[in-house]
């Protein structure tokens, strides 16, 4: 039995947005450049896309800090836009952080460093 990906249409048109982004722009800009044009490619989709959205992180209901993800999609999706070697446990850990201050369920990483677009899943 095969089982389905959480919100995959809506990940595979965020993939193909970035891939666009990766093949007009290619590798060797900064995060910054590739997030600001994934957004214009998400909207160009008709995708909702909020940018750089501010979530507070409260403990015994003070407010200890807060958490900036890169884009959220349609409200569903956490992108995080990098551009690094490879991703590593940092990189997964602090995507689950946004994921459970948020409440979403599935995140992607996304690496424009290489020749060949890089992603991966991360589910709560």
Partial sequence: MTSKLIHEELSGKVIGAAMQVHNMLRPGLDEKVYENALVIEL???????????????????????TLIPDLIVNNRIIVDTKVVTEFNDAHVAQIIGYLTITGLDLALLVNFKHASLKWKRVVR
């Fill in 43 to 65: 909207e160009h989709m008709g995708l909702e896309v909020k940018q750089q959205t501010r979530f507070p992180v409260k403990y015994r209901e003070q407010l200890v800090g």
